[in-house]
C-alpha cells in the first residue's frame, strides 16, 4: 500500500477533481493510501455541480479510513469557477482530518489550487 509519501506525478495523475486538490497543498496530511485517494476521488465526481452544503461520504474498509467531502462555496472569480470544499479525513488519529481546499478552474477546465484564497 502507498503511504502520503508517494510522490506528486502519481497524486496528480490519481487525483482530478477539486476535492482532492487538498494533496497537493497540505504537507501534514493524514495517511492515505492508493484505495483511499480513489474513493475520495470517487466521493468528489460532480460534486463541484451540486449545490453548496451537498456532502459525500467515502470509506475504504481495506485500510478502516473514511471521510466527508462537503461543497461549502461555489463562487466566481475574474470569470473563473471556483469551489471551496471541506474535507473531513478519519484515518486513525484522535479527530478527524478538516480542512477547506479552495480551487478554481484554469482556462484547460482543470481545477487549480487558489493561492490567494481567505480562510474559510
Not at 451537498?54 to 473563473?80: E, P
Not at 469557477?81 to 477546465?109: L, Y
Amino acid at each position: 500500500m502507498l503511504k502520503t509519501g508517494f510522490s506528486l506525478a502519481l497524486l496528480l495523475s490519481v487525483l482530478s477533481y477539486p476535492a482532492h486538490a487538498l494533496v497537493l497543498w497540505y504537507s501534514a496530511l493524514p495517511p492515505l493510501t492508493e484505495d483511499d485517494l480513489m474513493a475520495i476521488r470517487s466521493a468528489g465526481e460532480g460534486l463541484e455541480k451540486t449545490e453548496p452544503g451537498t456532502s459525500r461520504n467515502w470509506d475504504n474498509d481495506k485500510s478502516g479510513h473514511s471521510g466527508k467531502l462537503t461543497l461549502i462555496r461555489a463562487y466566481q472569480d475574474q470569470g473563473r469557477k471556483c469551489r471551496v470544499i471541506r474535507h473531513h479525513i478519519n484515518a486513525g488519529f484522535d479527530k478527524p482530518w478538516v480542512q477547506s481546499v479552495h480551487t478554481c478552474q484554469d482556462e484547460q477546465g482543470r481545477w487549480m489550487l487558489k493561492q490567494d484564497h481567505q480562510g474559510e
